[in-house]
């Protein structure tokens, strides 16, 4: 047929291509990001979204962006929770629900190392090397729980307790540079949450192969604690000292405690889970990006420093002229006691000392760095200032000698006296690294020091110390006065000391102490060693009945005064 034959179509009646939609041509490339080749839908447009009207548009929150410390920090990768560590993170719980809460003792050392072997578990999963600063770190972070064993004192074992928590984490996220080793100290504080999702995936998708193992093992020891409650209370009601060993090897449990002890088991666990969930990946405090000072001009920078070192080395100066004749020199120089220039300098010699090293800090972020002449003159000016501040530090330290000669020994006393030591150590360490010319090895040596700090303080017995030092004073004086304000608020660990007292001061100084003692004894797992000399001091020597008037009297009226 020609194309004569074709009919042309008349005016107003639709075409062929009129008559049938056009088609959207098939992408060639599938799955290129092309939409899907359909015919045009005449219906779409009633139901299309309405153009914006002009003017100002409603509020939508925008997504906020990920944050680049989270980002930069997180790990390349960490392995999915086994079913090991979640029944291992869940006994530590129990364990901690059971022999937490009624004291502290050598029960906060068991649940560490529950602790520590479930983390243990997950980093053997993840496949982590043990490395030697790990055992370092590790095994400081038991020593300080040893001070809970032996002394019943609050302020130490709470240092105790957050140092071991700092170093543990820091035993398994490492760290080398300043912002690697202090932001992995309370780093594991990111990983308590995200440890429950983390530990529930151990459940997901599972079909249990350890069912045959895990089974027998929970019958064997249900029938154990069935036999183990039946015939001990049978040997219980027939042997009353069998009785006594089996009452202090288990907790008396009471429906009273069951919130308590179940509060304890969740936090214990969920503490367990996200050391657990560190050990399995832990974040990178080291890549954590910090921008560097901008670089000051030579005068801007050494300027200020060098007036504050002809300040330091003028108080030097002074303290060498004041200090020369000996104690009688203080007076004679001054006009003023031994005990009133130790009150009135001590605490700004302590606060110019830690704001010489925030000093010291800010400066070398800013010093001027282009030459090896800059080098120079920084190691110069910071060096000088460092060893200038140790002058300032043995200046601290022998006026706290003044006034606790004066005024007696406290807690108080005795801890700013540990910390103004640990900033000393702190100096002669920067003063080493600039020596040597390599600050490498600062950061992770400063932290270990404020490790051994705390493990010394705590295990020395201050409470011991300061009532040691308070009794002695007294059996020294010729006028065996004592002021019982220095030791009546000592703990148990005072006992010994304070039991070497006149019968009426012995009274007075033992009084909360025997009052606190009067509940009766805890579990051997919640019990101090200082706890139980305690006991075994007063129940040999049990303190008489003093009024609370007269108590205070002695405590105001015979005081241990000197003439300066």
């Known amino acids: 047929m020609s194309d004569s034959s074709i ?5 107003g009646t639709p075409s062929p291509a ?52 989270m980002a930069e920090t997180a790990p390349a990768r960490r392995s999915p929770a086994t079913l090991r560590v979640l029944l291992a993170a869940v006994a530590a719980g129990l364990l901690a629900a059971w022999l937490l809460g009624e004291g502290v003792g050598v029960n906060l050392l068991i649940c560490a190392l529950a602790a520590t ?27 300080v729980l040893v ?78 604690v069935v036999l183990l409650i039946v015939f001990g209370a049978l040997f219980a009601s027939a042997d009353v000292a069998m009785g006594d060993v089996l009452s202090n090897l288990t907790p008396s449990v009471e429906l009273d405690d069951l919130p308590a002890r179940f509060l304890r088991f969740v936090l214990g666990t969920v503490l367990v889970l996200g050391f657990a969930h560190l050990a399995a990946g832990p ?47 203080i007076t004679k120089n001054t006009g003023m006691s031994r005990s009133e220039y ?20 800010l400066a070398k972020r800013w010093a001027p760095r282009s030459t090896p002449a800059d080098h120079r003159l920084t190691r110069a000016l910071l060096g000088t200032l460092c060893v200038l501040t140790l002058v300032v530090v043995g200046s601290a330290l ?100 304070l039991d070497r007292l006149p019968e009426d001061l012995r009274t007075c100084a033992l009084q909360e102490i025997s009052r606190a003692l009067a509940d009766g004894p805890a579990p051997w797992y919640a019990t101090s060693l200082a706890e139980s000399r305690a006991r075994e001091i007063l129940e040999r020597h049990p303190i008489g009945r003093h009024p609370a008037a007269s108590c205070s009297a002695v405590g105001f009226k015979e005081r241990y005064s000197y003439d300066y």
């Open 117 to 143: 072997a479930t983390a243990g578990l997950s980093a053997r999963a993840a496949g982590r090397r043990v490395r030697p600063w790990t055992v370092l770190w590790s095994v400081l972070a038991a020593v």
């Open 7 to 11: 009919p042309e179509p008349s005016p």
């Open 147 to 224: 001070v809970p064993v032996l002394s019943d004192a609050g302020w130490p074992t709470f240092l105790a307790v957050a140092s071991s928590l700092g170093l543990a984490s820091l035993a398994l996220h490492g760290g080398r540079r300043w912002t690697g080793v202090t932001l992995a100290l309370p780093g594991f504080l990111w990983h308590l949450v995200p440890s429950l999702p983390w530990a529930l995936q151990a459940l997901r998708g599972r079909d249990y192969p350890a069912r045959d193992k895990v089974v027998p093992i929970l019958k064997a020891t249900a029938v154990a």
């Open 283 to 329: 974040r990178v405090w080291d890549r954590a990006t910090t921008k560097p000072g901008r670089e000051r001009g030579r005068l801007e920078w050494a300027l200020p420093l060098t007036a504050l070192n002809l300040m330091f080395a003028t108080f030097t100066v002074i303290q060498v002229v004041v200090l020369a004749g000996g104690r009688d020199a």
């Open 398 to 497: 022998l006026r706290m000698s003044y006034y606790v000669d004066a005024s007696g020994l406290t807690t108080l006393r005795l801890w700013v006296l540990v910390v103004e030591i640990w900033l000393g150590v702190v100096f002669l360490l920067v003063i080493a690294a600039g020596v040597l010319r390599s600050g490498s090895w600062l950061p992770r040596a400063v932290v270990l020091s404020a490790a051994v700090t705390a493990a010394v303080y705590g295990l020395m017995g201050p409470d011991a110390m300061v009532a040691e030092q308070n009794v002695a004073r007294y059996e020294k004086s010729p006028t065996r006065q004592i002021d019982l304000r220095n030791v009546r608020d000592l703990s148990l660990d005072a006992v010994p000391a």
């Open 18 to 69: 009129d008559a049938h939609p056009p088609v959207t041509p098939e992408p060639a490339v599938a799955g290129a990001g092309f939409a899907e080749a359909r015919p045009a839908d005449p219906f779409a447009a009633p139901f299309a979204a309405p153009p914006v009207p002009p003017g100002p548009q409603p509020f939508r929150p925008q997504p906020l962006p990920p944050n680049r410390l």
């Open 342 to 361: 130790a009150r009135q300098g001590f605490w700004q010699l302590m606060v110019i000392t830690v704001l010489t090293l925030g000093v010291v800090a």
